[in-house]
């Protein structure tokens, strides 16, 4: 009895055993599922707030420009959606022309000064352009939906566009600017995005404008 009894608790643990193994293995591919959507979540995003006085967006904007005055600043509307690497962000501003045109001279040399300094092994190197672009500006490979309250009229809007070239592949990151005062309601507006493998021109096709940078030796 002893002899039965024995190989009865043998078999019981056995059985737990393999069922245990089957039961993680029927549930591996579901759990590396579940973790993956888990890792993958914590580069995506977005963030929006609308009609902020000055200072209070100043407060949540990293993006804030030094030289802004948030007294000059009547309101702000900003959405952000962002992925792992790429990213699209709106503005619409209520506020003085002189902190109008220095917001605008602070992103668009930002964007210059950014794109240039971030050629690496990774890149072949970086094609920019300032120039002038009738509005609504594009909204080129956006991350997320435009918000509603982002309804840029139909006027010159100043732009700054980049091509990151990746080495020894026919792709990049497309980076733009996009800014607009509307003098008649007081408003600027703004589209600033990046995104891996958009392809704003050919390779060595920059739009005409003010070129500040270009890839030495193209083929």
Same mark, same amino acid.
């Given at each position: 009895?002893?002899?039965?009894?024995?190989?009865?608790?043998?078999?019981?643990?056995?059985?737990?055993?393999?069922?245990?193994?089957?039961?993680?293995?029927?549930?591996?591919?579901?759990?590396?599922?579940?973790?993956?959507?888990?890792?993958?979540?914590?580069?995506?995003?977005?963030?929006?707030?609308?009609?902020?006085?000055?200072?209070?967006?100043?407060?949540?904007?990293?993006?804030?420009?030094?030289?802004?005055?948030?007294?000059?600043?009547?309101?702000?509307?900003?959405?952000?959606?962002?992925?792992?690497?790429?990213?699209?962000?709106?503005?619409?501003?209520?506020?003085?022309?002189?902190?109008?045109?220095?917001?605008?001279?602070?992103? !668009?040399?930002?964007?210059?000064?950014?794109?240039?300094?971030?050629?690496?092994?990774?890149?072949?190197?970086?094609?920019?352009? !300032?120039?002038?672009?009738?509005?609504?500006?594009?909204?080129?490979?956006?991350?997320?939906?435009?918000?509603?309250?982002?309804?840029?009229?139909?006027?010159?809007?100043?732009?700054?566009?980049?091509?990151?070239?990746?080495?020894?592949?026919?792709?990049?990151?497309?980076?733009?600017?996009?800014?607009?005062?509307?003098?008649?309601?007081?408003?600027?507006?703004?589209?600033?995005?990046?995104?891996?493998?958009?392809?704003?021109?050919? !390779?060595?096709?920059?739009?005409?404008?003010?070129?500040?940078?270009?890839?030495?030796?193209?083929?």
């Amino acid at each position: 009895m002893a002899g039965n009894g024995w190989r009865t608790v043998r078999t019981d643990v056995r059985y737990l055993f393999y069922a245990g193994c089957a039961g993680v293995f029927v549930l591996a591919p579901v759990l590396c599922v579940l973790f993956l959507m888990n890792l993958l979540s914590g580069f995506a995003g977005e963030s929006e707030f609308t009609q902020l006085s000055g200072s209070a967006a100043r407060q949540r904007l990293s993006a804030w420009p030094e030289g802004v005055d948030a007294e000059e600043v009547e309101s702000v509307s900003y959405k952000v959606e962002y992925t792992r690497d790429s990213y699209s962000a709106w503005y619409r501003l209520q506020l003085s022309a002189d902190a109008a045109s220095t917001w605008m001279n602070r992103i !668009h040399r930002r964007q210059e000064d950014w794109s240039k300094q971030s050629v690496d092994p990774l890149y072949e190197g970086c094609e920019g352009v !300032h120039r002038t672009i009738t509005g609504p500006p594009p909204q080129h490979r956006q991350a997320g939906d435009t918000p509603s309250w982002w309804t840029p009229p139909g006027i010159d809007f100043r732009t700054t566009e980049v091509m990151l070239w990746y080495t020894n592949y026919d792709s990049g990151v497309g980076r733009a600017t996009y800014s607009a005062f509307d003098q008649s309601t007081g408003v600027l507006w703004v589209y600033d995005y990046a995104s891996q493998h958009d392809i704003l021109w050919p !390779h060595g096709s920059i739009p005409a404008g003010d070129v500040f940078s270009t890839i030495e030796n193209d083929t």
